[in-house]
């Protein structure tokens, strides 16, 4: 292990605490740039997110590239070249000469670097601790003279804070943060799977296309950061009978495919509301006549209005229509389309 010099101290310090400030990734990124800078002479650097889904290297900074090197680092290519040289994998950071192919093979090198002027790098993945592939961060020189085995091992020393700088789950954990009583929480992604959140069990209602996640992604659509429902749990395994949904929306930071946070929280029926209601106002947050609520609970209307002035009386509503919206905005029904496939008696 090589002995750290008050430089090289300086340099890991300041980019610690440029990892852990607030703001975006592509904020803190654009930061890193001169303390990188001091680890090896360069003339251009880039640091990347991955996406996994669209399998791209995202841009965050770039930096003394023309626009025609940036351009491919737009593209898909860039991404196979760092996969052809290992970087998709953990690995000490890599020079012209530590790649394991000919550079001249990758295309990224060939096509755009070299004739850029550029003839040495300096590049390592940026992994998370629980092994995610987070992105990549190249400095680049056109003189060709490899960086030295001490700028080698300091960037890998700095690679790990480089990693928690633009590290998406960031955000994400501090907007699952919001909700303090959750019991379980998936991540939706662009794509439309789930994936687990870090500290937080998973739960059979969450899985990919189960009625909860198609309503709740139905409701976000609307382009609202925050919405809110009840659902049943007809099996709970945290018993529970009913779940508060919370669903917030991830900022469109890139790589841009985490998209909302789901968080289940367990309620007792809020303000006497029973379930039948609940699924009463599920249907009237649809804006449906009571004619048609009736008809989709096989009660009749009398029945109904019955319901209803035991629901405006628990709400403080005056009208059905203000029932309605009270129960939008505090999340205080079941979603029709749990209501509407129901076969047994809810009265």
């Known amino acids: 292990m090589m002995r750290l010099s008050a430089a090289d101290v300086s340099v890991l310090d300041e980019i610690a605490g440029i990892a852990v400030t607030p703001g975006s990734a592509a904020e803190r990124a654009k930061a890193l740039l001169e303390p990188l800078r001091r680890i090896t002479p ?16 995202t841009p965050l900074l770039r930096y003394g590239y023309t626009a025609a090197v940036m351009r491919a680092l737009d593209g898909p ?8 040289a290992g970087l998709q994998g953990p690995c000490p950071p890599v020079r012209i000469g530590d790649l394991p192919v000919p550079a001249e093979t990758l295309p990224t090198w060939s096509q755009h670097m070299y004739p850029a002027g550029i003839r040495q790098c300096l590049s390592t993945g940026l992994f998370a601790r629980d092994g995610r592939h987070l992105g990549n961060v190249t400095m680049n020189s056109a003189d060709p003279r490899p960086a030295g085995e001490a700028d080698r091992w300091l960037l890998g020393r700095a690679a790990l804070w480089i990693a928690h700088a633009i590290d998406p789950w960031r955000t994400v954990s501090a907007i699952a943060r ?19 959140l870090t500290g937080l069990p998973d739960h059979p209602l969450l899985a990919p296309d189960s009625p909860l996640i198609v309503a709740a992604s139905a409701r976000s659509a609307a382009g609202h ?11 709970p395994e945290f018993g529970a009978e009913l779940f508060r949904v919370s669903m917030l929306v991830c900022p469109p930071h890139p790589p841009g495919h985490l998209r ?17 209601e ?8 649809e804006g449906w006549s009571l004619p048609r609520v009736a008809a989709a609970l096989s009660i009749g209307v009398r029945v109904l209005a019955g319901h209803l002035e035991l629901i405006l009386a628990k709400l403080g509503a005056s009208t059905r229509h203000m029932a309605a919206a009270r129960a939008l905005r505090r999340g205080l029904y079941i979603p029709a389309e749990l209501t509407l496939p129901q076969e047994h008696d809810f009265r």
């Open 178 to 196: 919001l909700v303090g009583d959750a019991v379980a929480g998936v991540v939706l992604t662009r794509g439309g799977d789930t994936v687990p």
């Open 278 to 285: 609940l699924h009463i106002l599920g249907l009237l947050v």
């Open 77 to 84: 290519q860039l991404t196979r070249d760092i996969e052809q």
């Open 42 to 57: 360069c003339d251009a650097a880039f640091i990347t997110a991955f996406d996994p889904e669209r399998r791209m290297q």
């Open 225 to 235: 950061p925050f919405v809110t429902f009840l659902w049943p749990d007809d099996a």
């Open 260 to 276: 909302r946070v789901i968080l289940l929280s367990p309620v007792p029926y809020p303000r006497g509301l029973t379930r039948f």
